[in-house]
């Protein structure tokens, strides 16, 4: 689902980021920093930009569910003129209500069908969504 990959320490962007960073800590008179900790803080960071830019906004979660909900024709067109009737300002029905209900639970239990599958592709360093 997402096409951020973390980086190893052949990167090259990350080999120079780390030999400035560590004459910069030498000159300073400190400690360098170990290089996995380095690159967990490279990773992470990249990590945290690559979700600036590329957000898994509400819209696109809705989006998401839907192709991935394999609903049925009957089911897509309920969950079309439910959306469409909220918009319009018309006064739900019995039915509809029921269908808003059924149909708002199936997509929080997309997103977060989602949300998960997003998190196990996340290094298990502490970082969450």
Known sequence: MDLHEPVDETDPTFGSYYQQRTN???QAGLQPVP?????D?????SLQLHKERFPFTDNLMA??????AD???????????????EDTGS?????????KHSLSSSVRQGKAWITR????RLPRKGISV
Request: glycine content about 0%; hydrophobic content about 35%; charged content about 25%.
């Open 63 to 68: 989006l998401v569910f839907a192709v991935l």
């Open 91 to 99: 006064k739900p029905t019995l039915s509809n209500s029921y269908e």
């Open 35 to 39: 290089v996995t900790d380095a690159l």
């Open 117 to 120: 599958a997003y998190e196990d």
């Open 24 to 26: 910069e800590m030498i």
């Open 41 to 45: 803080e490279w990773n992470t960071r």
């Open 71 to 85: 609903l049925t024709e009957n089911q897509r067109e309920r969950l079309a003129t439910t959306h469409q009737s």
